[in-house]
């Protein structure tokens, strides 16, 4: 076993993040938790979280008390594959990992936009484009929201695009999202069209479609944007939010039949589970499914007791 010390401690949790990332293929804010909730593990135990035992765990634990499940849950998975490292590569004979709480932290539901909610940001987008004089910042929203609501981007993916991604005749985009997974993301005809008249305003030195100075657009003002636009559309702009217009995105297609694995492909989620969040939003509508589609909907029923083929 690795004798214990901050030293100790401080270089195995950096070769350890340097093996998520490498091998694992984590994003940089997935290392960053890591290396936080790690880091913070190792002050409490004095520099002795690589030889911690079980009753140290249990210590850590107890520490955690005020904390939600949501953190508690982020910091024991942290934890558990840093142990499942220090085991695989010889560093300890054991995994104490075991010792740590499994709270099953409970997914919060999305935030959910009604149809008639979009129905009114695109309205308040089409008054704006009305306006006299234009003003191409108008497009430029325009763009953004079709994005987002159309092919549920990621507000990062959305604001980074280069100039040229979305090109007229293809009705499709290949992200490289979290982890350096790529995907490729069905395009709309009406985004399409909305890209097309933003960007006779992009000049075609620009390397971003959504430039902003020598950079693109912050996820920041995009944020703002969505914000102002809700408060015209008479929407609580606490309401709606980039990730917001993803989620809508994801539950009106699930909505209107979309397979979930298909969905799963769209958003680049790397886990069915994360996906399957979704499914609540509609359960109506399973029950209509049920109705219609099973084999024995257009049954009637037997009222005299006696079992179908009997």
Not at 41 to 47: V, W
Not at 107 to 115: D, E, F, M
Not at 283 to 306: I, Q, W, Y
Request: glycine share 8%.
């Amino acid at each position: 076993m690795t004798a214990p010390g901050p030293g100790t401690d401080r270089a195995l949790i950096e070769r350890f993040l340097e093996m998520m990332a490498a091998e694992a293929g984590a994003a940089k804010n997935t290392i960053a938790a890591y290396r936080s909730d790690l880091a913070l593990a190792s002050d409490f135990l004095t520099g002795g979280l690589a030889a911690a035992s079980a009753d140290d765990l249990a210590r850590l634990a107890g520490h955690w008390l005020e904390l939600s499940r949501s953190s508690v849950a982020r910091k024991s998975a942290a934890l558990r594959r840093f142990f499942a490292f220090l085991a695989d590569e010889g560093h300890r004979t054991d995994d104490p990992g075991a010792a740590l709480p499994r709270p099953g932290a409970q997914r919060s539901l999305p935030k959910i936009l009604s149809h008639g909610d979009i129905d009114r940001l695109f309205d308040a987008i089409a008054a704006r484009i009305a306006r006299v004089p234009a003003d191409p910042n108008d497009l430029r929203l325009s763009a953004l929201v079709e994005l987002l609501y159309g092919s549920g981007l990621r507000a990062t993916e959305l604001v980074s695009l280069p100039r040229n991604a979305v090109a007229p005749d293809r009705p499709y985009l290949i992200l490289r999202g979290k982890g350096g997974r790529e995907r490729l993301v069905p395009i709309s005809d009406r985004a399409r069209a909305a890209v097309a008249a933003w960007r006779a305003h992009v000049a075609t030195d620009r390397l971003w479609l959504f430039p902003s100075g020598k950079a693109f657009l912050s996820r920041v003002r995009l944020y703002q944007l969505l914000k102002t636009l809700a408060a015209e559309a008479g929407i609580p702009p606490e309401r709606v939010s980039p990730h917001v217009l993803r989620h809508a995105f994801a539950t009106h297609l699930l909505a209107g039949g979309a397979d979930l694995r298909a969905l799963q492909s769209m958003l680049g989620h790397a886990d069915i589970a994360t996906t399957e969040i979704y499914t609540h939003v509609d359960a109506s509508r399973l029950v209509e499914l049920v109705n219609t589609r099973h084999p024995l909907a257009d049954s009637k029923p037997r009222v005299d007791g006696k079992r179908r083929g009997a």
